[in-house]
C-alpha cells in the first residue's frame, strides 16, 4: 500500500544534502567543543561557524543564538528563564489559549507553583488573537508576553509583529514560538517579529529531530532551565549536538530564505483539498481563510472522534494529525478547536492535513475519493 504523508507540520523527511552534511559528525568529528586539545578545538571551531552562519541567516549576533535540543526546549527557555529572570520586577504574564503545550504548560507551572499570575488572550472563530487584546491586557507589572508566529494545528497565522511591538511599546519583553513559521512563510530576518525571544525547530523545514535555537536579543540573559557546563554562554547547560546543528545551519541556510514550503505549489493542492471536504455535509473547515499558512487545511468532523478518523485514514495509507504531533493518543477534545468555540464533542473530532514539497494533485484527489467513504463508515458506527 502507498502512503500519502500530509503531516508535514508534525516532522518532514531529513533532506538528503542536510544529511549528508551531518555525516563527518558521526564517525571522523568528535571531539568536545569543551575539551582545550587539538580535536576539541576543531570541534570548537565548527561550532562556532556553525553559530555564525545561522545568524547570517536570521540576521542578528552570532552571541545572540542559543542552540537547544528542539522547539520544545527553547519555549521553555524562552519562558521559564525570562520569566525567573524578572520575577522581582513583576509577575503578570501574558500568552493565548491556542499556543502549543510546549508553551502553555509553561505558563501554568509558573502559575501555578512560583507565584505567577498569567492572563490567557482568548481566541476568535479563526483562531486569531486580537492585538488590541493585548494591549488591553497589558499592565505595570506584566514582564513578559508569548504570542505564536502560526498554529500548528489550524495554520493560522497570528499578527506576531503588531503584539511584539505593543509589548517593546511598553518595555515589555516579547517571545513568539515560530517553529512552524520557518521554512513555510517570508522570512528578512529576526526583527521581522519584533521579538525578544523566537524559538526555531530543525524538524519543521527538513532538519533533524533533537535540534533547535532560542534567538534571545542582546544583552537579555534568561536563567538556564538546564545545569551543568557553561556551555552556550551559561544559558544551556550540555555538550553540544554537532552532528545535529550541522543538520539545523545546512537547513536554515537552504530552506528558509526561499520557503521549502512553496505557497505557489501547495496553496492550490490545499484550496483543493479544503473544496473537497467542504463538499462532506459532516464536515466543517476550521481555522482563517486567508491569514492561515498555504500547507494546512484543519476541519471536523460531527458524530466522529478523531483517534477512529486517524485510523481510517491511516487504513487507506494516508498519514494525517488530530493536531499537535505531541499529544497524539490523547484522548482529550483539542484546546485550540476549544478555544475558538468549537463543542467539545467535534474539538475532540479534529482532523489536519499538512502538506508539503512532496504532496502531488495525485495524493490529493485521492484523499479526497476516499474521505468521504471513511467518514460515513465511522458515523454508522457511533
Same mark, same amino acid.
Request: include cysteine; glycine fraction near 8%; proline fraction near 4%.
Given at each position: 500500500?502507498?502512503?500519502?504523508?500530509?503531516?508535514?507540520?508534525?516532522?518532514?523527511?531529513?533532506?538528503?544534502?542536510?544529511?549528508?552534511?551531518?555525516?563527518?559528525?558521526?564517525? #571522523?568529528?568528535? %571531539?568536545?567543543?569543551?575539551?582545550?586539545?587539538?580535536?576539541?578545538?576543531?570541534?570548537?571551531?565548527?561550532?562556532? #561557524?556553525?553559530?555564525?552562519?545561522?545568524?547570517?541567516?536570521?540576521?542578528?549576533?552570532?552571541?545572540?543564538?542559543?542552540?537547544?535540543?528542539?522547539?520544545?526546549?527553547?519555549?521553555?527557555?524562552?519562558?521559564?528563564?525570562?520569566?525567573?529572570?524578572?520575577?522581582?520586577?513583576?509577575?503578570?504574564?501574558?500568552?493565548?489559549?491556542?499556543? *502549543?503545550?510546549?508553551?502553555?504548560?509553561?505558563?501554568?507551572?509558573?502559575?501555578?507553583?512560583?507565584?505567577?499570575?498569567?492572563?490567557?488572550?482568548?481566541?476568535?472563530?479563526?483562531?486569531?488573537?486580537?492585538?488590541?487584546?493585548?494591549?488591553?491586557?497589558?499592565? +505595570?507589572?506584566?514582564?513578559?508576553?508569548?504570542?505564536?508566529?502560526?498554529?500548528?494545528?489550524?495554520?493560522?497565522?497570528?499578527?506576531?509583529?503588531?503584539?511584539?511591538?505593543?509589548? @517593546?511599546? @511598553?518595555?515589555?519583553?516579547?517571545?513568539?514560538?515560530?517553529?512552524?513559521?520557518?521554512?513555510?512563510? +517570508?522570512?528578512?530576518?529576526?526583527?521581522?517579529?519584533?521579538?525578544?525571544?523566537?524559538?526555531?525547530?530543525? *524538524?519543521?523545514?527538513?532538519?533533524?529531530?533533537?535540534?533547535?535555537?532560542?534567538?534571545?536579543?542582546?544583552?537579555?540573559?534568561?536563567?538556564?532551565?538546564?545545569?551543568?557546563?557553561? *556551555?552556550?554562554?551559561?544559558?544551556?547547560?550540555?555538550?553540544?549536538?554537532?552532528?545535529?546543528?550541522?543538520?539545523?545551519?545546512?537547513?536554515?541556510?537552504?530552506?528558509?530564505?526561499?520557503?521549502?514550503?512553496?505557497?505557489?505549489?501547495?496553496?492550490?493542492?490545499?484550496?483543493?483539498?479544503?473544496?473537497?471536504?467542504?463538499?462532506?455535509?459532516?464536515?466543517?473547515?476550521?481555522?482563517? #481563510?486567508?491569514?492561515?499558512?498555504?500547507?494546512?487545511?484543519?476541519?471536523?468532523?460531527?458524530?466522529? +472522534?478523531?483517534?477512529?478518523?486517524?485510523? %481510517?485514514? #491511516?487504513?487507506?495509507?494516508?498519514?494525517?494529525?488530530?493536531?499537535?504531533?505531541?499529544?497524539?493518543?490523547?484522548?482529550?477534545?483539542?484546546?485550540?478547536?476549544?478555544?475558538?468555540?468549537?463543542?467539545?464533542?467535534?474539538?475532540?473530532?479534529?482532523?489536519?492535513?499538512?502538506?508539503?514539497?512532496?504532496?502531488?494533485?495525485?495524493?490529493?484527489?485521492?484523499?479526497?475519493?476516499?474521505?468521504?467513504?471513511?467518514?460515513?463508515?465511522?458515523?454508522?458506527?457511533?
Amino acid at each position: 500500500m502507498r502512503s500519502i504523508y500530509l503531516d508535514y507540520n508534525a516532522t518532514t523527511p531529513l533532506d538528503a544534502e542536510v544529511k549528508a552534511s551531518m555525516e563527518p559528525f558521526f564517525i #571522523d568529528i568528535w %571531539g568536545n567543543p569543551s575539551s582545550v586539545h587539538h580535536i576539541g578545538r576543531q570541534a570548537r571551531a565548527l561550532l562556532d #561557524d556553525f553559530r555564525d552562519r545561522c545568524s547570517i541567516v536570521l540576521g542578528c549576533k552570532p552571541s545572540e543564538v542559543v542552540f537547544t535540543g528542539g522547539g520544545t526546549e527553547s519555549n521553555n527557555l524562552a519562558v521559564f528563564g525570562t520569566a525567573r529572570l524578572l520575577r522581582e520586577k513583576g509577575r503578570h504574564l501574558i500568552t493565548s489559549t491556542v499556543e *502549543h503545550h510546549a508553551v502553555l504548560h509553561c505558563f501554568d507551572y509558573l502559575e501555578r507553583y512560583e507565584g505567577f499570575e498569567v492572563t490567557r488572550l482568548g481566541a476568535d472563530s479563526n483562531g486569531l488573537i486580537n492585538p488590541d487584546d493585548l494591549k488591553a491586557a497589558l499592565r +505595570d507589572d506584566t514582564v513578559l508576553v508569548s504570542i505564536m508566529a502560526a498554529n500548528n494545528e489550524t495554520g493560522t497565522i497570528q499578527f506576531v509583529s503588531e503584539c511584539g511591538k505593543l509589548s @517593546q511599546e @511598553q518595555g515589555i519583553l516579547f517571545h513568539t514560538d515560530a517553529a512552524q513559521w520557518f521554512g513555510k512563510e +517570508d522570512f528578512n530576518n529576526i526583527g521581522q517579529f519584533n521579538a525578544d525571544l523566537v524559538s526555531i525547530c530543525a *524538524h519543521k523545514f527538513h532538519g533533524p529531530r533533537g535540534a533547535g535555537a532560542l534567538y534571545v536579543k542582546s544583552p537579555l540573559q534568561p536563567h538556564p532551565i538546564l545545569f551543568g557546563g557553561a *556551555h552556550e554562554n551559561e544559558r544551556r547547560a550540555g555538550t553540544e549536538n554537532l552532528a545535529a546543528l550541522a543538520g539545523l545551519t545546512t537547513a536554515l541556510e537552504s530552506f528558509v530564505r526561499i520557503p521549502i514550503f512553496d505557497r505557489n505549489h501547495l496553496e492550490p493542492l490545499a484550496t483543493r483539498l479544503q473544496q473537497g471536504i467542504k463538499s462532506i455535509e459532516s464536515a466543517t473547515i476550521r481555522g482563517s #481563510d486567508g491569514k492561515k499558512l498555504s500547507n494546512t487545511v484543519s476541519f471536523t468532523v460531527t458524530d466522529c +472522534d478523531s483517534i477512529a478518523l486517524m485510523a %481510517g485514514l #491511516d487504513m487507506e495509507g494516508i498519514c494525517a494529525s488530530s493536531g499537535s504531533a505531541c499529544s497524539a493518543g490523547s484522548i482529550e477534545p483539542s484546546h485550540v478547536m476549544r478555544a475558538m468555540g468549537v463543542s467539545p464533542e467535534e474539538s475532540n473530532a479534529l482532523v489536519r492535513f499538512s502538506l508539503g514539497r512532496d504532496t502531488t494533485e495525485d495524493e490529493i484527489d485521492q484523499v479526497i475519493e476516499v474521505l468521504p467513504g471513511i467518514i460515513e463508515r465511522l458515523r454508522t458506527f457511533q
